[in-house]
T-cell receptor, first 112, second 112 residues
Framework: GENVEQHPSTLSVQEGDSAVIKCTYS??????FPWYKQELGKRPQLIIDIRSNVGEKKDQRIAVTLNKTAKHFSLHITETQPEDSAVYFCAASTSGTYKYIFGTGTRLKVLA | NAGVMQNPRHLVRRRGQEARLRCSPM?????VYWYRQLPEEGLKFMVYLQKENIIDESGMPKERFSAEFPKEGPSILRIQQVVRGDSAAYFC??????????FGSGTRLTVV
């Protein structure tokens, strides 16, 4: 069945360093890949997304890359700040189903 | 725009009781999705609805769970005869065209 694997499950970085979170998806028909940030006890919030016709997308300190051949995509956060500390979820979706398959999450801790 | 509104935020039910979770989508959004998040886990798709129609309920347990999105009023996720294993955060999301969900703040159900 459809599956999204996400690594690592926890990640600690020093403030100012970069953080990279990687996801692999199984359904080759997937064509939309959002990333969500969830702070403790709060709603998941969309931070960036990418579609399969694009290889990379940037938004200030956040970037996402997509490798369709290998079926994996990654989130890159540069110049990390303490407020980046949260759980990050990747997801994959196929237009027409609108169902998101989420990864299991990465708990990012940015150490001041 | 008030965003996706879910209520109640917290719900405590005794085993065997019924739980009713409500979700009002963002203004102009006609697609509603329900996801369940168990502690320390990712979000699992439950059901996708449009007004008066269930589009995809492949993630719904076969028994005790039902969902509706009537012509008027909020979407309702109903859990009958709750058990301890139903304790989770239930998130509703809405979108105008299918991609790019906006999540609500969730309902945290505790079964005692």
């Amino acid at each position: 069945g459809e599956n999204v694997e996400q690594h690592p499950s926890t990640l600690s970085v020093q403030e100012g360093d970069s953080a990279v979170i990687k996801c692999t998806y199984s359904d080759s028909a997937s064509n939309y890949f959002p990333w969500y940030k969830q702070e403790l006890g709060k709603r998941p919030q969309l931070i960036i997304d990418i579609r399969s016709n694009v290889g990379e997308k940037k938004d200030q300190r956040i970037a996402v890359t997509l490798n369709k051949t290998a079926k994996h995509f990654s989130l890159h956060i540069t110049e990390t700040q303490p407020e980046d500390s949260a759980v990050y979820f990747c997801a994959a979706s196929t237009s027409g189903t609108y169902k998101y398959i989420f990864g299991t999450g990465t708990r990012l801790k940015v150490l001041a | 725009n008030a965003g996706v509104m879910q209520n109640p935020r917290h719900l405590v039910r005794r085993r065997g009781q019924e739980a009713r979770l409500r979700c009002s989508p963002m203004k102009g959004h006609s697609h509603v999705y329900w996801y369940r998040q168990l502690p320390e886990e990712g979000l699992k798709f439950m059901v996708y609805l449009q007004k008066e129609n269930i589009i995809d309920e492949s993630g719904m347990p076969k028994e005790r769970f039902s969902a509706e999105f009537p012509k008027e009023g909020p979407s309702i996720l109903r859990i009958q005869q709750v058990v301890r294993g139903d304790s989770a955060a239930y998130f509703c999301a809405s979108s105008p065209i299918g991609d790019g969900y906006t999540f609500g703040s969730g309902t945290r159900l505790t079964v005692v």
